[in-house]
């Protein structure tokens, strides 16, 4: 699995200072609120279970499942949602958790459909940001780092379902996604 890192962008020391940071700017922000971390399979799995140990306030936890991207590296634009929410989130504030932030199509979409169903507020928390790949408008309250455009693999995020596993979030050499 090594073999195919070109390099390591983000170590495991500076992810877990930066979870802690926006751990804390969560918890002094939304305290004395009804918050329900929304997580987005698979990719916020390793993230949310960090993010939500450095959150001091209680919060209430739920999984979206998507699929928007297949088993490839580009975007689709089709965004399906394949396990959805409960459809009352009146008094709620909603906090989405993502991975990462690329075109913008998939968060604006479940934006816009959490929306819906009438939450009191809801905002968005993303670990990475590839800015300049915006085609969608979408404005997280949260980033953690921008990246690069590079296919960036670990802590959650994969390629066709591999190197989910590691620790720490890496450059993955372009040869294994353009064979
Ligand atoms: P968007 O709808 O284009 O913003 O796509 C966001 C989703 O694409 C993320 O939740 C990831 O699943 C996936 N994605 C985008 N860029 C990368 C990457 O560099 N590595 C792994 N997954 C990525
Ligand atoms: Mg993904």
Same mark, same amino acid.
């Given at each position: 699995?090594?073999?195919?890192?070109?390099?390591?962008?983000?170590?495991?020391?500076?992810?877990?200072?930066?979870?802690?940071?926006?751990?804390?700017?969560?918890? $002094?922000?939304?305290?004395?609120?009804?918050?329900?971390?929304?997580?987005?399979?698979?990719?916020?799995? *390793?993230?949310?279970?960090? !993010?939500?140990?450095?959150?001091?306030?209680?919060?209430?936890?739920?999984?979206? =499942?998507?699929?928007?991207?297949?088993?490839?590296?580009?975007?689709?634009?089709? *965004?399906?949602?394949?396990? %959805?929410?409960?459809?009352?989130?009146?008094?709620? %504030?909603?906090?989405?958790?993502?991975?990462?932030?690329? =075109?913008?199509? +998939?968060?604006? @979409?479940? $934006?816009?459909?959490?929306?819906?169903?009438?939450?009191?507020?809801?905002?968005? #928390? +993303? !670990?990475?940001? $590839?800015?300049? &790949?915006? *085609? #969608?408008?979408?404005?997280?309250? @949260?980033?953690?780092?921008?990246?690069?455009?590079?296919? *960036?693999?670990?802590?959650?995020?994969?390629?066709?379902?591999?190197? &989910?596993?590691?620790?720490?979030?890496?450059?993955?050499?372009?040869?294994?996604?353009? $064979?």
């Amino acid at each position: 699995m090594l073999k195919d890192i070109e390099k390591v962008l983000l170590s495991e020391q500076q992810l877990a200072e930066k979870v802690k940071e926006i751990g804390d700017a969560i918890s $002094k922000d939304f305290e004395g609120k009804d918050v329900l971390l929304v997580g987005i399979l698979k990719g916020s799995v *390793v993230f949310m279970s960090d !993010l939500m140990r450095a959150i001091t306030i209680p919060v209430a936890i739920d999984f979206m =499942s998507v699929s928007s991207y297949g088993d490839g590296s580009k975007s689709s634009g089709v *965004v399906k949602i394949v396990k %959805d929410l409960q459809n009352d989130l009146a008094g709620k %504030d909603v906090i989405v958790v993502e991975d990462i932030l690329d =075109s913008g199509r +998939t968060l604006s @979409y479940l $934006k816009k459909h959490i929306e819906a169903k009438g939450p009191n507020s809801i905002s968005i #928390v +993303t !670990l990475l940001d $590839k800015p300049e &790949r915006r *085609v #969608v408008d979408v404005y997280p309250k @949260y980033t953690g780092f921008n990246v690069p455009d590079e296919f *960036v693999v670990g802590y959650g995020l994969d390629f066709a379902e591999k190197y &989910r596993s590691l620790p720490f979030i890496g450059i993955l050499k372009p040869c294994v996604y353009e $064979k």
